[in-house]
């Protein structure tokens, strides 16, 4: 099982990035996904999370109104839309699954609850 996360790249501040995090080896269709992100020398955290149906939507306060996770299921595929960037949103952003099959509207914010983990795809904001 993989989750290749792509996307990331060099761009001002207030521009705009589309993240993709593609799995292989297994679907994910009836599973939470989420975003994280682990700044340099900091810890990892939240940024973004998504029900298997695409229903339900959770948000770190911080990238609220600004970011968007979506998903695509018959790809196998979420997304993460980050506009109006700030230099502080520059991290290593990650994507995650669960193991398990869940209820349509169920989210995971905490990064300990996921099983999967993909690489991550460096995102630097000038300012």
């Known amino acids: 099982v993989q989750l290749q996360a792509y996307g990331g790249g060099l761009v001002q501040a207030g521009g705009s990035l589309r993240l993709s995090c593609a799995a292989s080896?297994?679907?994910?269709?009836?599973?939470?996904m989420g975003w994280f992100r682990q700044p340099l020398g900091k810890e990892r955290e939240f940024v973004a999370a998504?029900?298997?149906?695409?229903?339900?939507?959770s948000y770190a306060d911080s990238v609220k109104g600004r970011f968007t996770i979506s998903r695509d299921n018959a790809k196998n595929t979420m997304y993460l839309q980050m506009t109006s960037l700030k230099p502080e949103d520059t991290a290593v952003y990650l994507c995650?699954?669960?193991?398990?099959?869940?209820?349509?509207?169920?989210?995971?914010?905490?990064?300990?609850?996921?099983?999967?983990w993909g690489q991550g795809t460096l995102v630097t904001v000038s300012s």
């Open positions: 080896g297994r679907t994910f269709s009836r599973n939470p």
């Open positions: 998504i029900s298997w149906s695409g229903g339900t939507t």
């Open positions: 995650a699954a669960d193991y398990e099959n869940r209820t349509s509207w169920y989210v995971i914010s905490d990064r300990y609850k996921y099983n999967y």
